[in-house]
């Protein structure tokens, strides 16, 4: 047989040792998906929720690209061959191409066996698969395996599809097709999906519709079913006799069905105790939803039909609203969604439950979900779906796509609010940079994204937050459009925000079109407390937001480099909430210290309390960005508990683009951040094309000896703390805002002195003290300083819970407090604490440790108390460490 066609099996990976100690069980994630091998270029899912069982069933088609036989891929669709374009060296001097090249440490192999450890030895044999686990690996004779990454799934059938059956593929029959596609007319199926895969972007509509009609197809006669198999973390696929990428069968569907464990999606009840579902950003990414290439460098487009049960709201990444149709055989309401970007499949968002749609009219925090139409759609079409779908004739004339009448239904708010037209969007001008991703329908190209301020966005919630989630309906405007006074165009279409249920493990999520937020981020609910959460609120709004630009539309190529995303989106949230506040430049500045002085208290107690190998924020040093021969790699500790918690890769990120910054001046560092997503947006990227464009655009930067290795050395490859951080620290303490703090600190101080020795049968009058009204920032800094107070009086600590009204501050506030309460056994407050656990969860895991480290037997009912009453709708990761501490 010939060698580079034998290399393309996965039985001939099996006797080849990984370098290294690697655990992904414990430690790092594997990526199984041979990339270098073949690509999925597009998705098309059919699935129904099932909320009786927890499970979600269908199925999934891929439309898959081989690699010619070099390795490169056969059509340039994907965002990384715009590295070529770039043009950039790596440290050594080399060329640095899009296509990513092999590496010496093999990270994991296609057989799954020998480097996974023993819990991923075991190969599961999944009904429906025709080969006993022993005899997969051994009786593979030099056929060729696709390797999806997958896990938690049951999958019953792989089979290819027969597209000769969709008459409309007939305009697709090849007439001259490239010796570089592997395509020839005697395999008219594969030249059918290359042709479809190359249809130009203009022809977006057309070709969406035909990947759905092909993926109603039946499967081919003459050995539709294939040969699967599955282990811990992916599905393999093979076709006998296919011994090459070329050769594989273009089109396949998946049938299949989560588990209700899977670590993709959460299924639990809101806020309300109604039953929802969602994708939770878990650091398995979406592989148990769907069989899926989860390495980023896989991008690929996806367009899907969602079921379920008709008074629930389904918001998914999508480029236009979906209006439902109802089915009216089984109670269900069809969704259908799509994007048109190619994307990471990890991008894949999906949430269904009880949601409504929050009204600037509310007058009532308490309102039926009837009031108002779910989803804030018209009335669904009352169409009867029958035979899960529509005619060949409905999609080509546009009935039942994603794309017909989904722009019907209420006006989103899209308008200039009042004092959005004020923001200074002068820096907009185009510079004349070209894109230089591949061919997809590019809002940056497009003459009315350019002159969108606020795209249209809506916000949706359980009904008992409505209310307080109409501060995020009236902030978004602001902070959409200062995020395009900052950056420029939007890079998505619109823009929906859901509050999730209340065991969501962080503060915010974003993804393609749509944004996650924590109940925590919203007031309390009390009189006052909406303005007190204003600052927390828009921050993190302001955040999610940057993700669109940092994180989504310019992507890491390797998720080890997580700082790409997260270090640029905590700089980032600064600047665009500012912009949206529009205060003094004084005022900016110092807000600017003193949330920097903040984070760097933060970072340096983080720091002294984790393990170094998790402070780097480029773990792979010289080999990021690199993978094995067959596309696979692993991202290191993403499976690793402690980091889940951690925000290294947000706050010494932030604190890097500010020294960066201090270098160039922050006006025209915000403004090379417009050219390189200008240059970059749509793309995959390493931390060196930032820097280098950087380097290049400001050359005095390497004149002054800082250099693309001096950074490295400094902020990238090394744990711990950079100088120049220490030297500016110092210079943040002694800010006005914190000097204020410090001098009202002071105060309380004196206060619990004066409260020593006073017994119950003198009471004496308490000094009258004038404390002066501080920001929400500064309360954070008053707390924390008091927290490194040995001791403060019962006395003290109750006119501190008097005089800020602490109970009714945000989030932060009221973490800060918490731990005061709990340090200094203030046993009044308890019930501060256990409304805090119970409603904030996403930022009260530590909160645990705290009661359990003090060793106070009330303490330590408190947090079993606690934990007894949130456990069931805790994240999972969340979970164990919590019972870790506690149990």
Not at 107 to 130: F, N, Q, Y
Not at 138 to 165: M, P, R, Y
Not at 467 to 494: D, E, I, S, T, W
Request: net charge negative.
């Amino acid at each position: 047989m010939d060698d580079r066609l034998s290399s393309y099996s996965g039985c001939n990976l099996c006797d080849m040792e990984l370098e290294g100690d690697v655990n992904p069980d414990t430690d790092d994630l594997p990526l199984r998906a041979n990339t270098n091998h073949i690509l999925v270029r597009h998705y098309v899912l059919d699935l129904t929720v099932h909320f009786d069982r927890q499970v979600i069933s269908g199925s999934v088609v891929v439309f898959l690209d081989p690699c010619s036989g070099d390795g490169s891929k056969t059509e340039d669709n994907s965002r990384t061959r715009a590295d070529e374009k770039a043009g950039f060296k790596d440290a050594e001097g080399s060329q640095e191409s899009g296509e990513v090249g092999s590496f010496r440490n093999v990270d994991i192999m296609e057989d799954g066996t020998k480097a996974l450890g023993g819990a991923m030895t075991r190969m599961e044999e999944m009904p429906g698969a025709e080969h006993p686990s022993v005899l997969w690996e051994t009786n593979c004779e030099g056929d060729f395996t696709l390797v999806l990454d997958s896990c938690d799934l049951d999958v019953s059938k792989v089979e290819e599809l027969d597209i000769n059956t969709v008459s409309a593929m007939s305009g697709l029959l090849p007439e001259a097709t490239s010796e570089e596609s592997g395509v020839s007319s005697l395999n008219p199926h594969s030249a059918f999906v290359y042709n479809l895969i190359s249809m130009h972007s203009s022809q977006w509509r057309e070709r969406h519709k035909l990947f759905l009609l092909c993926s109603r197809a039946p499967a081919a006669q003459d050995g539709g079913s294939l040969r699967f198999h599955t282990d811990g973390w992916s599905l393999q696929v093979r076709k006998k006799g296919v011994a090459s990428p070329q050769e594989f069968p273009r089109a396949l569907r998946i049938c299949y069905e989560t588990r209700p464990t899977g670590g993709s999606v959460r299924w639990t009840k809101d806020q309300n105790n109604r039953v929802c579902v969602y994708t939770a950003g878990s650091p398995i990414n979406n592989r148990a939803l769907f069989p899926c290439q989860e390495p980023p460098v896989a991008m690929s487009t996806w367009q899907a039909t969602v079921r379920a049960p008709s008074e629930c709201v389904v918001l998914m990444s999508g480029e236009e609203q979906a209006v439902p149709i109802e089915d009216e055989d089984t109670r269900f309401s069809i969704w259908n969604y799509y994007v048109t970007m190619p994307m990471p499949a990890s991008t894949f968002t999906l949430a269904v439950g009880h949601w409504c749609q929050v009204k600037a009219d509310i007058s009532s925090p308490s309102m039926e979900s009837g009031v108002m139409d779910r989803a804030g759609c018209s009335k669904a079409a009352k169409t009867k779906a029958q035979d899960g779908g529509w005619t060949e004739a409905e999609c080509l004339s546009g009935l039942g796509s994603s794309t017909s009448g989904v722009v019907k239904g209420p006006q989103l708010q899209t308008g200039r609010d009042e004092g959005v037209s004020e923001l200074d969007c002068s820096g907009i001008a185009d510079d004349g940079i070209s894109c230089s991703h591949g061919d997809y329908p590019c809002r940056f190209t497009e003459q009315l994204a350019r002159s969108q301020w606020v795209i249209p966005h809506r916000v949706f919630g359980p009904v008992c937050l409505l209310h307080n989630a109409q501060m995020v309906l009236k902030l978004l405007p602001q902070c959409l459009a200062a995020a395009y006074a900052v950056l420029g165009v939007h890079p998505f279409p619109r823009l929906d925000v859901l509050i999730v249920p209340a065991g969501f493990s962080s503060l915010g999520m974003a993804s393609p079109h749509i944004i996650f937020l924590s109940q925590s981020v919203l007031g309390t609910g009390s009189p006052g407390s909406g303005e007190n959460s204003l600052s927390l609120c828009g921050s993190r709004i302001c955040h999610e937001i940057a993700h669109s630009w940092f994180g989504l539309v310019i992507g890491a190529r390797d998720w080890t480099e997580e700082w790409i995303s997260e270090g640029f989106a905590t700089y980032l949230e600064d600047i665009i909430w500012a912009q949206a506040q529009k205060p003094s430049l004084q005022e900016t500045a110092e807000q600017s210290d003193l949330k920097a002085l903040l984070r760097w208290r933060r970072l340096t107690d983080e720091l002294q309390n984790s393990e170094e190998a998790l402070q780097i924020l480029r773990p792979n040093t010289e080999n990021t960005g690199q993978v094995s021969e067959s596309g696979a790699s692993i991202v290191k500790h993403a499976l690793n508990p402690d980091k889940a918690f951690m925000q290294v890769h947000y706050l010494k990120g932030y604190f890097l683009l500010r020294f960066l910054a201090s270098q160039v001046g922050e006006q025209q560092f915000i403004n090379f951040f417009r050219l390189f997503v200008k240059k970059f947006h749509g793309q995959l990227i390493l931390s060196q094309d930032f820097l280098r464009m950087l380097l290049i655009t400001f050359p005095d930067m390497e004149r002054k000896g800082l250099t693309l290795s001096a950074i490295y050395a400094e902020w990238l490859d090394q744990p711990g703390i950079p100088e120049w951080l220490y030297e500016r620290s110092a210079e943040w303490s002694q800010a006005r805002l914190v000097e204020e703090v410090k001098a009202e600190v002071v105060k309380w101080i004196l206060l619990s002195q004066s409260h020593q020795g006073k017994g119950r049968k003198r009471k004496r009058m308490e000094p009258k003290v004038n404390y002066k009204e501080v920001t929400s920032e500064q309360l954070v800094m008053l707390l924390e300083l008091l927290l490194e107070e040995e001791e403060l009086k019962v006395a003290t600590m109750r006119t501190l819970q008097r005089t800020y009204n602490l109970q009714n501050q945000d989030a932060e506030v009221r973490h800060r407090w918490c731990e005061l309460v709990v340090k200094h056994v203030y046993t009044q407050a308890y019930g501060d604490v256990e409304h805090f656990l119970v409603h904030e969860q996403a930022m009260g895991v530590y909160l645990y440790g705290e009661l359990m480290v003090q060793e106070n037997s009330k303490q330590q009912a408190l947090a079993r108390h606690c934990l007894s009453l949130v456990q069931e709708e805790m994240d999972q990761s969340a979970r164990r460490v919590v019972e870790e501490m506690v149990l």
